[in-house]
């Protein structure tokens, strides 16, 4: 079965360490995303964002620029590996940063919808909670 990759960026009107802490923080992950989001900033750590919907594991930390997790949502079917979602911060200056989303290992026949929820369920939450 083959497996999809989408990628989404945007520019965010916060700096590249806000961004970082409050993803990495059950608190500010919940406040920009409207939901419950149980999260730490520690590395093979469980977590679940969206009341739930989406769960994994963090694999990788770089402190301010790059957050890797294995990352998979309710919709999965059991069989089905986990995704990759890696979370690239850019220090754009003047407290803005772009952030981009590289989500591979989707199921096939997924991209688009996932495409679509990155910039549904974060990316419009995201701009308005930091605007």
Known sequence: ???EKISVSTEINAGVKTIYNDWLS????SAFTGGDAQIENKIN???TAWNGY????ITK?????????SWRTAEFKESEENSILEILLEDLGNDKSRISFNHSNLPE???EKYKIGWEEHYIAPMKEYYN
């Open 1 to 3: 079965m083959s497996k």
């Open 26 to 29: 059950s608190k500010g992950h």
């Open 45 to 47: 750590t469980d977590f």
């Open 54 to 57: 989406i769960s994994g594991v």
């Open 61 to 69: 930390l770089v402190v301010d620029k790059l957050i890797i997790q």
């Open 109 to 111: 026949g997924t991209g």
